[in-house]
T-cell receptor
Framework: AQSVSQHNHHVILSEAASLELGCNYSYGGTVNLFWYVQYPGQHLQLLLKYFSGDPLVKGNKGFEAEFIKSKFSFNLRKPSVQWSDTAEYFCAVNAGGFKTIFGAGTRLFVKA | EAQVTQNPRYLITVTGKKLTVTCSQNMNHEYMSWYRQDPGLGLRQIYYSMNVEVTDKGDVPEGYKVSRKEKRNFPLILESPSPNQTSLYFC???????????????FGEGSWLTVV
């Protein structure tokens, strides 16, 4: 069965620190990969996605993620976080069709 | 504006009292789904629907029912709610697409349900 693992449940950083959130999935075939973000009190929204082409995907607000097929990973990065990045981040995998599997989420708190 | 709208946003109810959470999308999406979000467990899929009159169980379907009589609507029904169904619920939709189209999911704003 497909699964998605997010390495950290809680991350606390100071502003301007660099961020990397780990995500690994278990599926051997072709996948679509996503990062969704949920800001406090809001619904989930797409941050970035990979479905083909350049494995380094850039999203809004300076976020990027790199798909490494050999490691089954899709880690999210940002070189310098801001207080407004405080949110919960979900990695998700779709292996075709309608089934998308979400990770348990990582809560990021950025100290001002 | 593309939207997934769910109601109510907040509800406190008592054990055993049937309730329905409505969900509607305006994007003509074929696929709709319900998730529940619980601390430390992330998002778990309750039910999904691939088209009108086509529904199937997700990972945690016990205690829930759904129906898909129209393409735009996908209500979630709790026939006899119990306290373990206290959670944050999200409705979601996405378009039919091949693996290479991205299949982005659009979420509603969530419904906070408390069963006492």
């Amino acid at each position: 069965a497909q699964s998605v693992s997010q390495h950290n449940h809680h991350v606390i950083l100071s502003e301007a620190a660099s961020l990397e959130l780990g995500c690994n999935y278990s599926y051997g075939g072709t996948v679509n990969l996503f990062w969704y973000v949920q800001y406090p009190g809001q619904h989930l929204q797409l941050l970035l996605k990979y479905f083909s082409g350049d494995p380094l995907v850039k999203g809004n607000k300076g976020f990027e993620a790199e798909f490494i097929k050999s490691k089954f990973s899709f880690n999210l990065r940002k070189p310098s976080v801001q207080w407004s990045d405080t949110a919960e981040y979900f990695c998700a995998v779709n292996a075709g069709g309608f089934k998308t599997i979400f990770g348990a989420g990582t809560r990021l708190f950025v100290k001002a | 504006e593309a939207q997934v709208t769910q109601n109510p946003r907040y509800l406190i109810t008592v054990t055993g009292k049937k309730l329905t959470v409505t969900c509607s999308q305006n994007m003509n999406h074929e696929y709709m789904s319900w998730y529940r979000q619980d601390p430390g467990l992330g998002l778990r899929q309750i039910y999904y629907s691939m088209n009108v009159e086509v529904t199937d169980k997700g990972d945690v379907p016990e205690g829930y029912k759904v129906s898909r009589k129209e393409k735009r609507n996908f209500p979630l029904i709790l026939e006899s709610p119990s306290p373990n169904q206290t959670s944050l619920y999200f409705c979601a939709s996405s378009s039919t697409g091949s693996l290479y189209s991205g299949n982005t999911i659009y979420f509603g704003e969530g419904s906070w349900l408390t069963v006492v």
